[in-house]
């Protein structure tokens, strides 16, 4: 497995919380409530965060590959590395801490919200799975950031 890959660990509130994990199964560079324990894979480029014996999560390797509107099926090709940067940036954007920012209407994290909505409008290459994160930012954007 990757050095980095997303995780999703089950909120407090019941949703899923994007985060970051590292491949090694311990708690060292995670988001993780608690250490994990195992992966189990049950898919190419997906396992399961398994911790005292129940599923605590889900894990995607190298979910940028993966990012698609609607149904369609994801490219192929590998993503372009403007693309790898600019979802960085969404999942911090729509995360904890930064989002509760955003959802209080901090002028920075509101810049920062328009800032990455204007990169994905503007990225030339890669433009389908720029297009798949413009859906969810521009939503922020119209919800959060008028």
Sequence with gaps: MPATQAALWPHSDGHNQPGL???TGQNRNTQ???PLRSLIGIAPDVALLVQDGAVVGRSFTDP???L???FTAPDPALPAPATRLVFTACLDVITTPLFDEVRERNPVALARLR???RALRAQREDRHRADALLETIATFVEDYGR
């Design 21 to 23: 994990t590292c491949s």
């Design 32 to 34: 993780s409530p608690c």
């Design 64 to 66: 940028v590959r993966y």
């Design 68 to 70: 698609t509107t609607g």
């Design 115 to 117: 800032e990455i909505h």
